[in-house]
């Protein structure tokens, strides 16, 4: 089940809101300029489909995501619990980095955890399947795919180096909650 949770970041314990209402979610995101929507597959996509199979199921809406913002690439990523570079592939993003382009993922399975640093505040968004995240350039974050990760997602791009992170050197990614087996959508 997708989730907000939003903290002050001196207080990692304590969430100023929880929420696992999407249009909620959407609105609090939004304020920060984040885009959270969902969206539905027009035809039924089969555990281990082609990644042509699943872009088929979603071709309108991606069509209408690359129109309005000019992505030029987009692709299909898929990681299994018993892959053996997971522990490598979770540990990449998950100390505090940014980007120089929107980060644009939509789950088609499974579940991942986006956590991101906005104006002493930090919002904690868990991921799971219909969910589609934008998150602004320069937002400074953090992505945690679990321990046993599981999920299938379009990614979005407009430049080949504008997905690699920059990262801010600070601790507060590792202050605040991981993401656990059983959370999400598996």
Known sequence: MSRL????????DEALLATTDRDAMAAEL???GVAFEQWQATQ??????APEQVMAAYRA?????????????????SIAPDNPQREAMRAKFLDEHFHKEDEV?????????????VDG??????????????VP???KHWF????????????????PDGWVGHFTGTDIAQRFPRLEPGQGDR
């Not at 949770?5 to 990692?12: K, L, N």
């Not at 809406?61 to 990523?77: E, H, P, T």
């Not at 505040?121 to 934008?134: F, M, P, Q």
């Open 137 to 139: 350039d320069s937002t």
């Open 61 to 77: 809406d991606i069509d209408r995501l690359v129109a309005q913002r000019g992505f030029r690439s987009v692709d299909v990523v």
């Open 44 to 49: 039924p996509v089969a555990p281990g489909a």
């Open 5 to 12: 949770r939003i903290f002050a970041e001196e207080h990692p």
């Open 105 to 117: 993922r939509f789950f088609v399975a499974g579940s991942g955890l986006f956590t991101l640093h």
């Open 144 to 159: 945690d795919m679990g321990p046993e990760p599981s999920f299938v997602a379009i990614r979005f791009f407009t430049e």
């Open 30 to 32: 939004a304020k920060i």
């Open 121 to 134: 505040r930090v919002y904690e968004v868990l991921c799971t399947r219909g969910d589609l995240i934008a």
